[in-house]
């Protein structure tokens, strides 16, 4: 892996500890030479993990819409900022530019952008691993829903697996450059579900 997209809150939260989070995660990329995509803010969480990352000399490219440009939210002094069209193109290119991906604890556009990614993946559409940084038990809800979601028989195992979770940046790095992709049986599978469900 040689970059890591990371989706964040243009919030702070209401907890310092996430603001922490971010910057331990902005080192801990650092120190593995990881350079780390986002989407561009200079608000919240994004903008805390993007000025750490350049202040130990990495390497941060932002990904934005020309709208949340023009209203001041973007970052001016990144190694590198495409600015586009919509938040359609931010995605493609924010997934193009990156070999994994981690979500930290944000809001409701975190979690779209997470789920996108871990639907692509079940898809086959890229095989990048994908992580989430459970900060203080931040994701334990969704952990469990995602295991609802399985013994729902909605989700299979393997495709909850996609969404690996880790509560240290250190930790959740190792699990995603040692990630092995398998091959995804998601279309296989409802396939076969259809026959048994005329």
């Not at 030479?33 to 130990?56: D, K, P, Q, S, T």
């Not at 931010?90 to 871990?118: C, H, N, V, W, Y």
């Not at 609802?148 to 969404?163: E, I, R, T, W, Y």
Request: negative net charge; contains cysteine.
């Amino acid at each position: 892996m040689k970059s890591i997209c990371v989706y964040c809150g243009s919030s702070f939260g209401n907890q310092p500890h996430y603001a922490e989070a971010a910057r331990a995660l902005a080192q801990a990329m650092a120190a593995r030479n990881l350079a780390l995509v986002y989407g561009g803010g200079n608000v919240g969480l994004m903008g805390v993990i993007a000025n750490e990352m350049l202040r130990l000399g990495g390497t941060v490219t932002g990904v934005i819409p020309k709208a949340l440009m023009d209203k001041e939210v973007g970052h001016r002094g990144l190694t590198h900022t495409h600015i586009v069209k919509d938040m359609h193109e931010r995605k493609a290119m924010m997934a193009e530019l990156s070999d994994g991906f981690i979500a930290m604890p944000g809001g409701i556009g975190t979690l779209e952008e997470l789920f996108e990614m871990l639907t692509w993946s079940q898809l086959d559409f890229h095989r990048k691993p994908i992580g989430v940084l459970n900060v203080d038990g931040f994701y334990a809800g969704l952990i469990g829903f995602l295991q609802h979601l399985v013994d729902s028989g909605f989700v299979k195992a393997d495709q909850a697996a996609l969404m690996m979770h880790e509560a240290e940046p250190d930790a959740l790095l190792a699990r995603l450059e040692n990630w092995v992709p398998q091959k995804s049986t998601k279309l296989r599978d409802a396939l076969a579900a259809q026959a048994l469900f005329p």
